[in-house]
């Protein structure tokens, strides 16, 4: 499981479907493409994009919380991010 903070009003950068709606690229949706996309292949190969997809987003993943992410997509399991709003 990872954890990430996130200030109140940059929950948009995370949430697809957040209120605020003002940022162009949520984290949650690129994830969400990713692994509907990428089931199967290596996790090697998921973290540069997820990696461009956090960067894109502004949101700070730690490598190993993004390889977590990977091997989760590459092998469909479920991933449970804690979230803190701050």
Same mark, same amino acid.
């Given at each position: 499981?990872?954890?990430?903070?996130?200030? #109140?009003?940059?929950?948009?950068?995370?949430?697809?479907? $957040? $209120?605020?709606?003002? @940022? /162009? %690229?949520? @984290?949650?949706? %690129?994830?969400?493409?990713?692994? !509907?996309?990428?089931?199967?292949?290596?996790?090697?190969?998921?973290?540069?994009?997820?990696? #461009? =997809?956090?960067?894109? +987003?502004?949101?700070?993943?730690?490598? +190993?919380?993004?390889? *977590?992410? =990977? *091997?989760?997509?590459?092998? /469909? =399991?479920? @991933?449970?991010? !804690?979230?803190?709003?701050?």
């Amino acid at each position: 499981m990872g954890e990430i903070s996130v200030g #109140r009003q940059h929950l948009d950068r995370l949430l697809a479907d $957040s $209120s605020g709606a003002s @940022y /162009g %690229a949520p @984290y949650q949706r %690129a994830f969400a493409e990713l692994a !509907r996309t990428h089931r199967g292949r290596p996790a090697a190969e998921i973290v540069p994009l997820l990696r #461009r =997809a956090a960067d894109q +987003a502004l949101l700070e993943f730690t490598h +190993a919380d993004l390889v *977590e992410q =990977a *091997e989760a997509i590459s092998v /469909g =399991a479920r @991933y449970v991010l !804690r979230v803190t709003v701050t």
